[in-house]
């Protein structure tokens, strides 16, 4: 995939509320915009990479693009989650990303619990791709330097 690693930056809004209650890991939400805006080569799938909230700290992420098959969206989604334990919601505050792998594509379940070992095979995998030297660069790299505009819809896309 020619456009990894991918930025980019835009507000957390609201999902299907069901990443948290249901599954236990909640996913910050990216508006259309944002999703409208991947390149065309950046396939539905499952990623990993890094991620902050507002100008916090730097931490490990998996993303999930796509329509979620076991539950048959209708609606494309980028979703995030943090690999990190958060005290309180962050709705309507800045996240940045940066896709740095590839996992696998999205798929369907028999049951929620399947889909949920899943997604912790993912955080798995996430967690020890990340300590590789040449993904541990790229969260010093100027991405994560440049402070975040108060404007809230802004997205960004670039090295
Ligand atoms: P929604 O359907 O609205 O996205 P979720 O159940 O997926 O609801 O919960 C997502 C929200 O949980 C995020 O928007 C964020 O405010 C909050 N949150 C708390 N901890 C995390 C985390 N570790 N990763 C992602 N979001 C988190
Ligand atoms: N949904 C699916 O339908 N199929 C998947 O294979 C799938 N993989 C995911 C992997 C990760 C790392 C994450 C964070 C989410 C994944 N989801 C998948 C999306 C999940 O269904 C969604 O986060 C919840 O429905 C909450 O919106
Ligand atoms: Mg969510």
Redesign the pocket.
């Known amino acids: 995939m020619k456009s990894l690693p991918y930025f980019c930056r835009g507000p957390?809004v609201?999902?299907?509320?069901?990443?948290?209650?249901e599954l236990g890991i909640?996913?910050?939400?990216f508006p259309m915009s944002v999703v409208d805006n991947l390149p065309a080569d950046v396939s539905t799938g499952i990623y990993y990479g890094w991620a902050r909230v507002d100008s916090g700290e730097i931490h490990k992420m998996v993303m999930s693009i796509g329509w979620n098959p076991y539950y048959k969206n209708t609606k494309k989604s980028m979703?995030?989650?943090?690999i990190?334990?958060?005290e309180e919601?962050?709705?309507g505050q800045t996240l940045s990303v940066a896709m740095v792998g590839y996992i696998r594509p999205e798929r369907g379940f028999n049951s929620l619990e399947e889909l949920i070992a899943a997604i912790h095979g993912d955080i798995e995998e996430a967690k020890k791709k990340l300590d590789l030297p040449e993904h541990l660069k790229l969260k010093e790299g100027n991405f994560f330097r440049t402070s975040v505009s108060t404007t809230s819809d802004q997205i960004m896309n670039g090295h």
């Not at 609201?14 to 209650?21: D, H, P």
């Not at 979703?79 to 943090?82: R, Y």
């Open positions: 957390v609201r999902g299907f509320g069901r990443g948290s209650k909640p996913t910050a939400n979703e995030t989650h943090l990190h334990k958060f919601d962050f709705y």
